[in-house]
C-alpha cells in the first residue's frame, strides 16, 4: 500500500511540474505578472522577467531567484533578438506568458485615434509579434506551451473600457485561430481571463469609484476578489504536462464573475 501511495504521489508530483522549463513572463516584474512568475517558479521552472524598469525588475528577480531583461515589448523590432538572447544565454523557451499590457479609462466620446492604437499596440499587436518569434522556435523543437491574459471585458461590456475590451476580445479570436496552426506541432495555446484580483493598483481604482466596486464584488458569486497567485497557479496549470489535451481556451479565474448575475 505504501508503494502504491508513493507511486500516485509522485505521479501528481510529476503532473504539475515544470521542472527545468525556461518561462518568459512580460510584465514580470510586478502586479499579477510577479505572481504568474513566483508560481513559476515554485513548479519548478527557470523563469525570465521582462520589463521597462529595470530597478524593479531588479528587486523582483532577486526575490524569485529568477533572470531579467529590460524590454519594451511595443518595440517590435527588438523582439527577435530578445528571444535569440535568452535562448543563448538562459535556454530554450518552453513557456511563454503575455502579461505585459495597458488600460484606458475614458467615455468613449473622450478616447481618441492615438489613445485607441495605442493600447492595441501594447496588447494585440506587440503581443502577437512575441508569440510569432516564440512559437517560430517551438515549432522547430516540437514543443511550447503559450498564455494570454484576456480579461472579464472581452467576456461582457464593460463601461468606459472599449479599447482595452476590443484588445481582450481579439486576444480570445486571436488563441483560438493560433491553436489550429500551433497544437498539430506540439505547442498549446491558451487564454486565462482573470475576474478581479486584489492588487494594489485594482484596490485603488475600485475605491476611487464605490459604484463600480460594489457592482463588481455584487455580481461574483464568491463574493470576495481573487488573489494573484489564483492566477499563477492557474498558469502553472496550463502549463503542466496535466493540461496536455488543453489548447485553445480561455479560462476565466474570476469566483463565478462571467456567471454571476
Known sequence: MENITEKSEQRLIDAF???????????????????????????????????????????????????????????????????ERIESEIGPIDILVNNAGINLKKPVWEVTDEDFETILQTNLNAVFALTRECGRRMKERGRGSVIMISSMAALY???????????????????????????????????????????????????????????????????????????GWATVYLCSPAARFVTGITLPVDGGNSIGF
Open 157 to 231: 461590456g464593460i463601461d468606459r473600457v472599449v479599447a482595452y475590451s476590443a484588445s481582450k476580445s481579439a486576444i480570445g479570436g486571436m488563441v483560438k485561430a493560433l491553436a489550429t496552426e500551433f497544437s498539430p506541432l506540439g505547442i498549446r495555446i491558451n487564454a486565462i481571463a482573470p475576474g478581479f484580483i486584489e492588487t494594489p493598483m485594482m484596490l485603488k481604482a475600485m475605491n476611487g469609484d464605490p459604484s463600480r466596486r460594489d457592482k463588481a464584488i455584487s455580481r461574483t458569486p464568491m463574493a470576495t476578489w481573487g488573489k494573484p497567485d489564483d492566477i
Open 17 to 83: 511540474s515544470l521542472s527545468d522549463q525556461v518561462a518568459l513572463v512580460t510584465g514580470g516584474g510586478s502586479g499579477i505578472g510577479f505572481d504568474i512568475a513566483k508560481c513559476l517558479r515554485a513548479a519548478g521552472a527557470r523563469v525570465v522577467i521582462t520589463g521597462r524598469r529595470e530597478t524593479v525588475l531588479q528587486e523582483a528577480a532577486k526575490e524569485l531567484d529568477a533572470h531579467y531583461y529590460v524590454n519594451d515589448i511595443t518595440e517590435k523590432h527588438l523582439l527577435p533578438d530578445l528571444v
